[in-house]
């Protein structure tokens, strides 16, 4: 099984500031099938990010995602009041698993 | 659109079964695979298994190999999960996702609303 962790466990921002968000994976993940989720309080979570950078339909483009191997970012450029949500990532590689999350906070 | 619409909330005691349905609209239902995830109390994601609804194949992940069942009626477009030997730690909000893709790919573009299953004595 392919463990994720996630950093840091929360991230306290103020709206317009940039976001970094990190994915550390316990082996290479095949093909970079990694993938991003977001999700607020009471709501399903959001598709954002498939194949750790291609964006899904319709997420605007300050959303974006990096990384390879065992190591993955997703940014956010410049934050909404939307974007305050937890964030997951997943890997699909083999057997998917999910990360533990960031909440990212208004500071 | 595509819309995935789950059945409601479910009290159950330890020991009990519950199957949750999952009505999907907006897409032909069998050409992308349906997903379940689980997600605990202020706790993450947990994958459960998918179904292909085409022919009814299902795969399940490691932790709930011989507890949970996946199946899917074509005629109404709609996914059943049933969980077994319901026990405290199996309260969560169980979701229903279709794959991204037609060929599966284990990524997760649409959700259901999600539906809460309690169990308590």
């Known amino acids: 099984e392919i463990v994720l962790a996630q950093s840091p466990g929360t991230l306290s921002l103020s709206p317009g500031e940039r976001a970094t968000l990190s994915c550390r994976a316990s082996?290479?993940?095949?093909?970079?099938?990694l993938a991003w989720y977001q999700q607020k309080p009471g709501q399903a979570p959001r598709l954002l990010i498939y194949g750790a950078s291609s964006r899904a339909t319709g997420i605007p483009d300050r959303f974006s995602g990096s990384g390879s191997g065992a190591d993955f970012t997703l940014a956010i450029s410049r934050l909404e009041p939307e974007d305050f949500a937890v964030y997951y990532c997943q890997q699909y590689a083999t057997s998917p698993t999910f990360g533990p999350g960031t909440k990212v906070e208004i500071k | 659109q595509v819309q995935l619409v789950q059945s409601g909330a479910e009290v159950k005691k330890p020991g009990a079964s519950v199957k949750v349905s999952c009505k999907t609209s907006?897409?032909?239902?069998?050409?992308?695979?349906i997903h379940w995830m689980r997600q605990a109390p202020g706790q993450g994601l947990e994958w459960m298994g998918r179904?292909?609804?085409?022919?009814?194949?299902?795969r399940y992940a490691e932790n709930f190999q011989g507890r949970v069942t996946m199946t899917r009626d074509t005629s109404i477009s709609t996914a059943f999960m049933e969980v077994s030997g319901l026990r405290s730690a199996d309260t969560a909000v169980y979701y229903c996702?279709?794959?991204?893709?037609?060929?599966?790919?284990?990524?997760?573009?649409?959700w259901g609303q999600g539906t809460l299953v309690t169990v308590s004595s």
């Open positions: 179904i292909n609804p085409s022919n009814g194949d299902t």
């Open positions: 996702a279709r794959d991204l893709r037609r060929w599966l790919q284990y990524v997760f573009d649409y």
């Open positions: 907006g897409y032909t239902f069998i050409d992308y695979n």
């Open positions: 082996q290479s993940v095949r093909n970079n099938y």
